[in-house]
């Protein structure tokens, strides 16, 4: 049976290559994006054109929208197997600067976004007793660096959402994995949202520019090291291919950075497994 797979925020970067890559796999791919008759209507089209993808429009911001793409899902396949929560934007800059509406406005994305979709997929799943819940998160997610504080905080958050599922879901016959890339030359740099608030940023002197700064290092590192995207989906595909069961919680990729991400994950692992055990909770590690 071809495994029925939903990927969210497929008109561009982890998302767009993931439905394809999907698709070449043989899986029956819906891949959701928003403004299918409008902006994305290029990328939209190109997707639709190959075999084993439909496009689905529906926005992770919008319940109601949520729900009606996943039962268009559901009617037509009867089942789902693997959902990848891809949606998401990047946001840098002065921490100050961001406005209630700026915070909330990432958070409904990013965090949101994600538990929106878990929660219209997770009935289904947790009815076949089979299913794969894969949260792309961040390195940033473990690690808050400077100038990225808000989008950081996003990730943290879907880190604790992925973690206690994690657990949760297994008794059920529900894997839940984190997926935490570095950073790769994708188009989320060119999409990157700051705060609206210009005169706190004034205030901030000459530490204003180091935003830009980090930025234009971390394109002059593409440059030279040049990380390939491709990774992410790849490793989306392993955890795919790992038996129910035995799929890690969290898979770093990451060529520069990755090994203090990992190392990170491993030590909190470990007591962590204790943690479980000392409350009662040591068969769900199983």
């Not at 796999?25 to 054109?49: C, I």
């Not at 819940?133 to 473990?142: C, D, K, P, T, V």
Request: aromatic share 8%.
């Amino acid at each position: 049976m071809k495994k029925v797979v939903l990927i969210t925020g497929t008109n561009s970067g982890f998302g767009y290559l993931t439905a394809k890559g999907a698709a070449e796999r043989g899986y029956t791919v819906y891949a959701s994006m928003r403004n299918t008759e409008s902006k994305n209507k290029a990328r939209a089209d190109e997707l639709n054109a190959i075999e084993n993808i439909q496009v689905i429009d529906f926005d992770v911001t919008d319940s109601s929208s949520v729900e009606k793409g996943v039962s268009q899902i559901l009617q037509k396949e009867g089942r789902l197997d693997v959902l990848v929560n891809n949606a998401g934007y990047y946001g840098g800059g002065i921490t100050e600067s961001y406005s209630e509406q700026d915070v909330e406005a990432m958070f409904n994305v990013n965090l949101l976004g994600t538990w929106r979709t878990i929660k219209n997929a997770l009935p289904t799943m947790r009815n076949q007793g089979d299913g794969l819940i894969i949260n792309i998160s961040s390195g940033l997610g473990r690690f808050s660096a400077p100038f990225m504080t808000v989008y950081n905080s996003t990730k943290f958050a879907v880190e604790g959402l992925s973690e206690g599922l994690h657990y949760e879901l297994r008794p059920l016959g529900v894997d839940v994995a984190i997926i935490q890339p570095g950073a790769f030359p994708t188009e989320i740099f060119s999409k990157t949202a700051n705060g609206s608030d210009a005169e706190v940023v004034e205030g901030y002197g000459d530490l204003a520019n180091v935003p830009d700064q980090v930025g234009q290092g971390m394109m002059q590192m593409f440059e030279q090291v040049k990380p390939n995207p491709q990774m992410v989906p790849d490793a989306i595909f392993k955890l795919i291919d790992t038996p129910k069961g035995e799929r890690p919680l969290r898979t770093v990729v990451d060529a520069l950075t990755g090994e203090f991400v990992e190392q990170a994950n491993e030590n909190v692992k470990k007591d962590f497994d204790n943690f479980l055990t000392a409350f009662g909770m040591g068969a769900m590690l199983n």
